[in-house]
């Protein structure tokens, strides 16, 4: 049985496929055309993060699914990470398998699969790029604050238009 919340301060289309248990957080943006299926255990989604088009969040563990806050999926990019830390990239079309988690400030290049066959927690400030997320650098933080206060510019403004030429769905929790 689905059970949805949305906080009546997130932004989330009408197209976007929800099914099971499914929490949005306030300031959120989730655009047309998103699949979100908590198939097994919830998810819960923080606040302040941007779900583009085409983003697929699956999870098929009894175990809750969380995303932090402030993070960023980019077109087309699929996850199954079990933790999501905050201000995290997921670039267009990345993949990341159910065996990550990824703490905060992590960025996943774009068209990148992160499978890794063992569990593994990405540590903060990470950088996976290359084939098949093989290569990694860690970045070393500056400009942290001006990468969050742009991505909060950013949310800000798709809050605005976003419902200007799409239909919403209505939030339900202050």
Not at 24 to 44: E, L, M
Not at 87 to 96: E, F, H, K, P, S
Request: glycine share 8%.
């Amino acid at each position: 049985k689905d059970r949805i919340t949305i906080h009546s301060r997130a932004v989330v289309c009408s197209d976007v496929d929800l099914k099971g248990d499914v929490t949005i957080g306030s300031n959120t943006v989730v655009h047309p055309k998103v699949t979100i299926y908590a198939i097994a255990g919830p998810i819960i989604i923080g606040s302040g993060c941007i779900i583009e088009e085409g983003v697929v969040i699956v999870n098929k563990h009894k175990e809750t699914m969380r995303i932090g806050d402030e993070n960023h999926l980019e077109i087309n990019s699929r996850t199954e990470s079990p933790s999501i830390g905050n201000c995290n990239l997921i670039g267009t079309r990345a993949r990341v398998h159910h065996t990550v988690s990824i703490s905060s400030y992590c960025v996943i290049q774009p068209a990148v699969i992160f499978s890794p066959p063992m569990p593994e927690l990405l540590p903060e400030y990470t950088v996976v790029y290359g084939e098949g997320g093989s290569e990694r650098r860690t970045w070393s933080g500056q400009g942290a604050e001006q990468e969050r206060a742009l991505r909060q510019k950013h949310a800000e403004y798709l809050r605005e238009l976003l419902p200007k030429f799409n239909r919403q769905r209505k939030g339900d929790v202050d």
